[in-house]
């Protein structure tokens, strides 16, 4: 992470260098700084857009589960932190955190409507 840091500064400088010119070597720097940015957004969209769906969709299913079924649910095996499933459960599925159940003692306590575990495929 150092060395991608002192890569970007080293890079910067280059840019502010090369924008200080004059003639082509300015025309040089925008041509670069539009390639960086189409590269970003290129590598962003084609590769690290797949990573992040998969890594939402047990957030997506806990949440259609939680409005298709209402009522309490037990969370019995989530795979990302637990914060990540009560912010799903109170913002996307609108369950007030007390519906939220993370231990078996808790359901047994008060049965819930329904049970979530992570579809592991």
Not at 7 to 17: E, H, I, K, N, S
Not at 26 to 51: D, P, S
Not at 95 to 119: F, G, Q
Request: glycine share 8%.
């Amino acid at each position: 992470m150092l060395v991608s840091a002192g890569l970007a500064a080293l890079c910067g400088l280059a840019m502010a260098r090369l924008l200080e010119q004059q003639g082509r070597w300015r025309e040089l720097a925008a041509v670069l700084a539009v390639a960086v940015v189409l590269h970003n957004v290129g590598y962003l969209w084609l590769r690290k857009r797949a990573q992040f769906a998969a890594r939402a969709e047990p957030t997506g299913q806990l949440i259609r589960m939680a409005r298709a079924t209402g009522g309490p649910i037990w969370v019995r095996c989530f795979p990302l932190a637990p914060i990540t499933a009560e912010s799903a459960l109170r913002l996307g599925a609108g369950l007030p955190a007390n519906d939220i159940e993370w231990t078996e003692a808790e359901a047994r306590e008060r049965p819930p409507a329904s049970v979530y575990c992570a579809d592991r495929r």
